[in-house]
């Protein structure tokens, strides 16, 4: 069994409709004062854990925190990804549109458990940009035995040129088993139309017929985007948050004011 199912989660406030605030109990602490067993253990259960109050770290003492718990993933840029809004970016991540679902570590062998974003600068209210995570586990517990079957069916295969840090070609089934809890959990990452994004991501179906396969897409679309299953976080300068990658799918509402936010992310295998 793995150990952090035994590990007590720390407490906090429940968001809605899942993920979990915990607020540092005094002034002076930094993330490096919440024990990292702990911090996973939490997110392992809540799925997304929120800090706030707490001071966020240089980039080594980051590095050396995460470290502890396990493996990062190290990219061409190195661990830390500066999420920033460029002024012509080659990859929509970097533009100030919406960043449909999808998981992290797609084009990798071994994608991140858990992923950690410290935000820098956040955003004004109302200015857009939020973080949106889908409960995939939830989307699929709750969907009909036929519709499961239909997508227990399904297999997508992925394009994208290779524009940023990932791409090329990669093929996965709808459905995977989560490797830590065993649950079933949908890896989905939604298409990019070229009219629309730049680095555009292009997906075929395959397994059902093509009218199953219409449906069982269809319905996996407007399932993962139901309120029901999505916690949207609006970022605030200092917010640390933890996301669960297996269990959940995420991606970014469009920024409709100022674009100045900065985020680091760091991914723990
Ligand atoms: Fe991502």
């Known amino acids: 069994m793995n150990s952090q199912l035994r590990t007590p989660v720390l407490e906090g406030t429940d968001l809605a409709p899942f993920g979990r605030l915990v607020e540092a109990p005094s002034d002076g602490l930094t993330l490096a004062d919440v024990p990292v067993d702990d911090l996973l253990a939490t997110t392992l259960s809540s799925k997304v854990l929120v800090l706030r109050g707490y001071g966020l770290l240089d980039v080594p003492d980051l590095e050396d925190y995460c470290r502890a718990a396990g493996e990062l993933m190290r990219w061409e840029f190195g661990t830390i990804l500066d999420l920033v809004v460029q002024d012509d970016p080659k990859n929509y991540l970097f533009d100030s549109g919406d960043v449909p679902f999808h998981w992290d570590g797609a084009w990798s062998e071994r994608p991140p458990r858990y992923f950690l974003f410290q935000c820098v600068q956040g955003c004004a209210p109302g200015a857009g940009g939020e973080t949106v995570f889908s409960d995939a586990t939830r989307v699929y517990r709750d969907a009909p035995e036929d519709l499961r079957e239909l997508w227990a069916r399904t297999t997508v295969t992925y394009r994208t040129d290779r524009l940023a840090h990932y791409g090329g070609t990669m093929t996965h089934p709808v459905l995977a088993t989560h490797p830590t809890t065993g ?59 933890v996301a669960e990658n297996h269990a959940l799918l995420h991606g970014r509402n469009r920024f409709t004011g100022s674009t100045n936010r900065h985020m680091q992310r760091i991914q723990i295998i």
Do not use: K, Q
């Open 183 to 241: 649950e079933t959990t949908i890896r989905y990452a939604e298409p990019l139309d070229p009219a629309r994004y730049r680095n555009p991501l292009f997906l075929t179906v395959d397994g059902p017929s093509s009218e199953d396969a219409v449906r069982a897409m269809t319905e996996l679309g407007e399932r993962l985007h139901d309120p029901r299953y999505c916690y949207e976080h609006a970022w605030r300068t200092g917010d640390i948050v």
